[in-house]
């Protein structure tokens, strides 16, 4: 009981009273992101603007790593987002305030209904059940409830229960481009065009003798590309030609090298620069990554395999090649260095990336760059354990600096990673998610116009003590689970002062 008045409050200052809450301000960054991930995902924004110390607790929506966690079946809890804020031990299920869709009933329902990819305009593969049954592959769209069922070639559990898909932008039921990395030596591609569809496996272009560790969709032109990584790094890239179906059927396949090869380049381990072509050998998780039109190459000795002692290429400075586990090797595509180099591959450098975060997993590699994110790095799944390999394993994300060359567990606070199926997702820029983007472009100009009044005169102070008390109380009123309780109208100035 506060004392003073006649009022009879339990725990209520009276306005002369001193507050008994800090400045909002002064919370920890970490609170900040467990509150703001209580939220539902179209109110996120209004967390931002309740004062300049939150904003900067908080990444912008679009650019907020988010992970898709799959179906609980014993819960009865659908394939869902999930965040994980700055101190938290694992990735959480977001509340989505009646944003997303669910699932159809044929594969939500279905046992162990999982996200094998995922796309920046909000699109996921769904594949369910398993050898015996299996269900699926679907595109789906848990923003809008469109879905597009895919061919079943690109889902066979037997070779492999967590296939990566990858997909063209903006698919629509009529005309879209799948292709779906079903066992290391095929890809199988669905083309629809004019809503016909057909489907192709690529084990008659590649003679078998490719191990195949990822795929990339490359683009819409003449038809789009699909980027195939063997596992010693050589790239193949089927060229999905638009020519005029014949016969009914689509234009066969054609594969071929990356654009701009040299005639007369070394493919394979040995297109690398020593000693990165013993390395190639011994980086058993590999991705594609395709940024501002540059073609990179992620390496990685995957945690569980342990750390290795080679011996160096002839010419190398030192005797032995010590790869350790957890290391991360980027290479870039630079076919202008051949043949003065000798080699198409370069290693790439921090100011290489361009300011951008590269997202590599399940998902087609996603870059983004913006606040809340690592500049010129690279986020990845670590895990699961070698022998795990049942796509059940606990993943947890790790950051990598291209430019100090340091791993580090993201977020830092989280002890383990609660996320089995290692896919990365963004909220797409468009349709509903308009609205939280209109409240960001509101809130940037408020908190720019709030940062000009402190610099010009005191006499905006307490303009600004309004607009935070006020973007708290909504904030708040969004935040119905949190049992937070703010006398207003005696105590708006001390609240204000964040």
Not at 196 to 209: A, K, M, R, V
Not at 284 to 289: E, S, T
Not at 310 to 337: K, M, N, Q, T
Not at 354 to 364: P, S, T
Request: one cysteine or more; charged letters at 20%; hydrophobic letters at 40%.
């Amino acid at each position: 009981m506060t004392g003073g008045g006649d009022r009879g409050d339990v725990g209520m200052p009276d306005v002369a009273a001193p507050c008994c809450f800090p400045p909002w301000a002064d919370l920890d960054a970490g609170l900040v992101s467990t509150i703001a991930a209580c939220s539902a995902l179209k109110d996120y924004a209004s967390c931002r603007a309740v004062c300049a110390a939150w904003r900067a607790a908080l990444p912008p929506p679009l650019s907020r790593p988010l992970a898709v966690l799959p179906a609980d079946d014993a819960a009865r809890l659908p394939v869902s987002l999930a965040a994980c804020a700055l101190h938290a031990r694992r990735w959480a299920r977001l509340h989505h305030g009646g944003l997303l869709h669910r699932p159809p009933d044929r594969i939500a329902a279905a046992p162990r209904c999982r996200c094998v990819g995922a796309s920046r305009d909000g699109w996921v593969a769904l594949v369910a059940g398993d050898a015996a049954a299996p269900v699926g592959p679907l595109l789906f769209n848990p923003f809008t409830g469109e879905e597009i069922p895919l061919d079943a070639s690109l889902y066979q559990p037997a070779h492999d229960p967590a296939p990566k898909i990858v997909f063209s932008p903006n698919p629509t039921r009529r005309e879209f481009t799948a292709a779906s990395l079903v066992r290391p030596d095929m890809v199988v591609v669905q083309r629809a065009a004019d809503g016909c569809s057909y489907c192709e496996d690529t084990g008659p272009f590649l003679d078998g003798e490719a191990s195949l560790v990822d795929v990339a969709y490359g683009g819409d032109d003449d038809g789009g590309k699909v980027l195939c990584l063997a596992s010693d790094g050589e790239v193949h890239v089927l060229n999905l030609t638009r020519r005029r179906r014949a016969y009914g059927r689509m234009p066969p396949i054609q594969v071929g090298p990356l654009p701009g090869m040299p005639v007369g380049a070394v493919a394979g381990a040995e297109g690398f620069p020593p000693p990165y072509n013993i390395i190639s050998k011994h980086t058993d998780a590999k991705n594609l990554v395709l940024c501002d039109g540059e073609v990179y190459q992620v390496w990685r000795r995957p945690s569980g395999a342990g750390s290795v002692i080679l011996d160096a290429p002839s010419g190398a400075f030192a005797r032995w090649v010590h790869i350790f586990e957890g290391d991360v090797f980027v290479l870039r595509y630079d076919p202008g260095s051949w043949p003065a180099a000798g080699y198409c591959w370069t290693v790439a450098e921090g100011k290489d990336l361009r300011g951008n975060a590269v997202f590599v997993g399940k998902n087609d590699a996603a870059v983004v760059r913006g606040e809340g994110v690592s500049r010129n790095s690279v986020y990845y799944w670590d895990g699961p354990r070698v022998g795990d390999g049942d796509g059940d394993g606990d993943y947890e994300a790790v950051v990598y600096s291209v430019a100090t060359g340091a791993s580090v567990r993201w977020p830092a606070a989280a002890s383990t990673g609660g996320v089995s199926s290692p896919v990365w997702y963004f909220l797409p820029a468009a349709g509903v998610v308009g609205s939280a983007r209109h409240v960001e472009e509101e809130t940037t100009g408020v908190a720019a116009t709030s940062s000009g009044k402190e610099a010009a005169a005191s006499s905006g102070e307490h303009d600004e003590e309004e607009h935070d008390a006020h973007c708290l109380k909504k904030t708040m009123n969004l935040l119905g689970r949190l049992d937070y309780c703010v006398n207003y109208e005696g105590s708006m100035c001390e609240v204000g002062e964040s």
